[in-house]
């Protein structure tokens, strides 16, 4: 798969809140509107590629990603088969994006250990290139992608996969990692939108969704890189690190931002478009006001 081949905007969303029929109409009129790609996460919920795999099925161009699956969910030799899989079901569809999680969360929701993370990163893409798959190969393989935030996993990035997709960030780290990924490689940030005009709605509902992001100390100390200060992170959030994050406002508004992305290098953007009642899932409304077709 060519990077150019994946349309300039995606959507990023939680579906464990919806069945798998509406998980397929959601896809399919997300590839009518002209959306690029839908980009699942990998947490407490489904697995991942089964979700994936009904969306494939239920599309003919529409991309599939992970956003992000889990390396340590999996071993390298089961990650293979399952990227090889869903490219032979998808015909080469799927974006297989990798990440090393958080200590946190591996440590104690998973109770293994959580190695240091780019040696582990490093080591998981050898033992994948490496392991034993003996079922029919996909005639196209899709982009391999890793979670990276910082310099060292966004070089790693660039040099042992096709590019990068990094969460919580802003227009300004997109700057920031494609002058470290180069030129050809794919960047994909994520970007959370919340059509919601009234500033203080906007914030609270901002906060709800940024809470326990703001715990985990990968995405603090990589803001922190960016300019923002301790403080930033009190009481749920300075004004100024919320509205840097979540993109509220109006149509254009969010366009603008979006746009801000793709000024600094990125190839294609996934929009998380934040429910105004703090559920996880996506906002139908926003993801229809966004549509690029």
Same mark, same amino acid.
């Given at each position: ?134 079922g029919p190969q996909p005639e196209k393989q899709g982009l391999l992608v890793l979670a990276a935030l910082r310099e060292k996993m966004l070089g790693l990035s660039g040099s042992n996969a096709d590019g ?99 000024? =600094? +290098?990125? &190839?294609? #953007?996934? /929009?998380? *478009? @934040?429910?105004?009642?703090?559920? =996880? +899932?996506? &906002?139908? #409304?926003? /993801?229809? *006001? @966004?549509?690029p077709g």
């Amino acid at each position: 798969m060519k990077k150019q081949n994946i349309g300039k905007l995606g959507i990023w969303s939680w579906m464990d809140n919806n069945n798998f029929d509406e998980c397929r109409a959601f896809a399919q009129r997300a590839e009518s509107q002209g959306y690029g790609a839908i980009w699942v996460p990998d947490a407490v919920g489904r697995d991942p590629f089964v979700t994936l795999s009904v969306i494939a099925e239920a599309t003919e161009t529409l991309c599939v990603a992970t956003g992000i699956v889990n390396l340590y969910g999996r071993d390298a030799m089961a990650m293979k088969a399952s990227r090889n899989s869903l490219d032979e079901l998808s015909g080469g569809r799927l974006i297989l994006g990798i990440g090393v999680s958080h200590a946190e969360m591996v440590g104690g929701l998973r109770q293994q250990e959580y190695g240091k993370p780019l040696t582990t990163m490093r080591n998981y893409l050898q033992r994948m290139e490496e392991a034993m798959y003996m079922g029919p190969q996909p005639e196209k393989q899709g982009l391999l992608v890793l979670a990276a935030l910082r310099e060292k996993m966004l070089g790693l990035s660039g040099s042992n996969a096709d590019g990068a997709h990094p969460y919580f960030v802003t227009p300004e780290h997109t700057a920031r990692a494609r002058s470290i990924l180069g030129p050809d490689k794919f960047l994909a940030p994520e970007q959370k939108v919340l059509l919601e005009t009234d500033a203080t709605k906007a914030r609270e509902i901002a906060r709800g969704a940024m809470a326990m992001y703001l715990g985990l100390p990968n995405y603090r100390n990589n803001l922190l890189t960016l300019g923002f200060e301790e403080a930033d992170f009190d009481d749920g959030g300075s004004d100024r690190l919320v509205d840097a994050i979540v993109a509220w406002g109006d149509e254009t508004a969010i366009m603008k931002r979006i746009e801000s992305h793709w000024e =600094n +290098g990125a &190839d294609h #953007v996934c /929009i998380q *478009a @934040l429910r105004k009642d703090g559920v =996880n +899932g996506f &906002d139908p #409304v926003a /993801i229809d *006001a @966004l549509a690029p077709g």
